[in-house]
C-alpha cells in the first residue's frame, strides 16, 4: 500500500520561504495524481495544490497563487511545494496525498479533499 512521508515543515517569519517534500514509498511515474493540502485547528482541510501524473497540468488555490508552487520528481518519487511570501495565514498542518488516476477525476476527489492516500503531515508555522 501506498505510503507518504512529508517533510520540511518548520517556523518562518512573514515573507519567508519553505520547500516542503513528500516521499512516496512506490513508483509515482505515470499513475498517481498527487496535492497538497493544509488544515488548521479552526478550518476543514482545504487543497492547495494539486499536479497530473506527468507534470503537465497544475492547479492552485487562489490564496496560494503566485506564491507557491506543486511539482514532483518521479525519479525520486518526490511530491514538492515551494511556499514563498509566507503569510501568518499559511500557518497550518500541511499534508501530502495521492490518487491513482487522470488528471479529471483526480480534480474531483481534490476538491472533496477525498484522494485515495495520505500522509501524516507536516507542521509549517508563520509568525508576524
Known amino acids: 500500500q501506498m505510503q507518504l512521508v512529508e517533510s520540511g515543515g518548520g517556523s518562518v517569519q512573514a515573507g519567508g520561504s519553505l520547500r516542503l517534500s513528500c516521499e512516496a514509498s512506490e513508483s509515482t511515474g505515470g499513475v498517481y495524481c498527487m496535492a497538497w493540502f493544509r488544515q488548521d485547528s479552526a478550518k476543514e482541510r482545504e487543497g492547495v495544490a494539486v499536479?497530473?501524473?506527468?507534470?503537465?497540468?497544475?492547479y492552485h488555490d487562489p490564496s496560494v497563487q503566485d506564491r507557491f508552487k506543486i511539482s514532483r520528481d518521479d525519479d525520486k518519487n518526490t511530491l514538492y511545494l515551494q511556499m514563498d511570501s509566507l503569510k501568518p495565514e499559511d500557518t497550518a498542518m500541511y499534508y501530502c496525498?495521492?490518487?491513482?488516476?487522470?488528471?479529471?477525476?483526480?480534480?474531483?476527489?481534490?476538491?472533496?479533499?477525498?484522494?485515495?492516500?495520505w500522509g501524516e503531515g507536516t507542521q509549517v508555522t508563520v509568525s508576524s
Open positions: 496525498a495521492a490518487e491513482p488516476s487522470l488528471f479529471t477525476h483526480c480534480f474531483e476527489r481534490f476538491r472533496e479533499a477525498a484522494l485515495g492516500y
Open positions: 499536479i497530473s501524473t506527468g507534470g503537465g497540468t497544475t
